[in-house]
């Protein structure tokens, strides 16, 4: 019965015709949480593989197998560790039941789904992440179900919107491997965790990602979370980002970190030479402090809502000149509607000779800097005072 089972997966994967297959029933053998194993073919640079989903309890974990692998691991499983498997392929639907004494029972009939599977590893891009990812209900974001709270659609739309950015960035600009990613300003660590499940999980990339965040207990809540839900490379560090000295820095990213908490983690990824910079400002006080326009703005800048967006434009402004001056190519945009939130302004930064900075590029943009400073009447922005 076991051996029928194990033929059909082998020809259906043969025949590129699987679609999925499950286990279930788990024994006492099984490891500890291993609830389900979900299988699926996926094409990956290396060739075709079967994506092995193990979820556990609180986590799922995803690794690649080749066919053969597959079923030399469903016959070590199979009867020991789980007590059900169900295969589906475009050709049939076979099951598999054994009993606690070892009686096995196989069946099979008419394919229930015909379309072929979506093999490409990139099936995040319609779905970046997993609604039913346990770190999402430890965060509020989601019920024990799985399903998004309306309290949390907000939420949840900007998790996703990040991601969409980072998928596109890293399209042009790939992580090294190993690579060091900090996000200062963490809080409760939603960007983060998303970050991590996508890159790890859903890329399959080998990262260290480092929440860096004041609040002591917001820094334990998020390890709880990122240890239960097998993050290894996940931690978060109680520390003002000032005091932060990485050894490396592939990536930084910066969101919504209050006022000038932004330019302190600007200046450590500049200083690091982090090759991906991805911020997302909070308020702009230091230069609306400071700012007394000369320029042909002024009469206008008598408005309170206009100074204070027009501050907004002159500190994002000049970020990302200064961003240009140390050699990154910058796009400031728009993050998310402001529907959804006021704090919406993006800006990336992507840098590949931060070693030998243009010499001509950056005095450009250094000029751009004094002239701007000179109209707003600012007399210093506080990242080019950090730099
Ligand atoms: C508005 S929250 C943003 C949290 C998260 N990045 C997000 O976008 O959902 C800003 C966080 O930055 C933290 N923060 C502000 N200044 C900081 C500093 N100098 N060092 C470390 N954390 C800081 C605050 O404690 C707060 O939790």
């Known amino acids: 019965m076991l051996a029928q089972f194990l033929t059909s997966f082998q020809t259906a994967c043969a025949k590129g015709q699987l679609i999925k297959c499950t286990l279930g029933k788990p024994t006492g053998a099984a490891p500890d949480g291993l609830k389900n194993i979900y ?28 066919a053969e692998e597959s079923v030399q691991n469903l016959e070590t499983r199979l009867g020991t ?58 965060l509020g974001i989601t019920n024990k179900a799985g399903q998004v709270l309306p309290s949390a659609q907000d939420k949840w739309r900007q998790i996703n919107k990040y991601l969409e950015i980072i998928d596109s960035l890293l399209r042009t600009h790939p992580l090294p491997t190993h690579a060091q990613i900090a996000d200062m300003g ?33 820094v334990d809540f998020c ?14 560090v109680a520390q003002d980002i000032n005091d932060y000295q990485p050894a490396r820095l592939d990536m930084l990213i910066a969101l919504h970190a209050c006022d000038t908490a932004t330019d302190l983690a600007l200046a450590k990824g500049i200083h690091a030479k982090a090759g991906i910079v991805v911020a997302a400002p909070c308020c702009h006080k230091q230069i609306r402090r400071d700012m007394q326009a000369s320029n042909e ?49 993006m800006i990336t930064a992507v840098g590949n000779k931060l070693g030998s900075i243009d010499i001509r590029q950056r005095a450009e943009a250094m000029d751009k800097v004094a002239a701007l400073k000179a109209g707003f009447g600012v007399k210093e922005h506080f990242l080019e005072h950090l730099l």
Not at 39 to 66: C, M, S
Not at 110 to 128: E, I, N, Y
């Open 223 to 236: 390890n709880k979370t990122a240890r239960a839900a097998g993050f290894d490379g996940l931690q978060f």
């Open 297 to 345: 703005l002024a009469p206008i800048l008598q408005h309170g809502i206009l100074e204070e967006r027009q501050a907004e434009i002159v500190t994002d402004g000049i970020r990302a000149l200064l961003l240009e001056a140390n050699g990154y190519k910058t796009k400031v945009f728009e993050f998310i509607s402001t529907e959804h939130t006021a704090k919406n302004v």
């Open 81 to 138: 560790q789980f007590l059900n498997a169900d295969l589906f392929s475009t050709e049939l639907d076979a099951s598999l039941g054994i009993s606690k004494k070892g009686k096995a029972v196989f069946s099979q009939k008419k394919p229930s789904q015909t379309t072929p599977a979506d093999t490409s590893h990139d099936r995040h891009k319609q779905r970046l992440l997993d609604p039913a990812a346990p770190w999402l209900h430890a």
């Open 39 to 66: 299988l699926r073919p996926v094409v990956l640079k290396a060739g075709p593989r079967i994506a092995w989903t193990f979820r556990f309890q609180t986590r799922d974990e995803v690794k690649n197998f080749t």
């Open 186 to 218: 963490s809080g409760k660590g939603y960007l983060t965790f998303a970050l991590y499940d996508f890159l790890s999980q859903q890329h399959g990339l080998d990262i260290q990602v480092t929440g860096i965040e004041l609040r002591q207990k917001l």
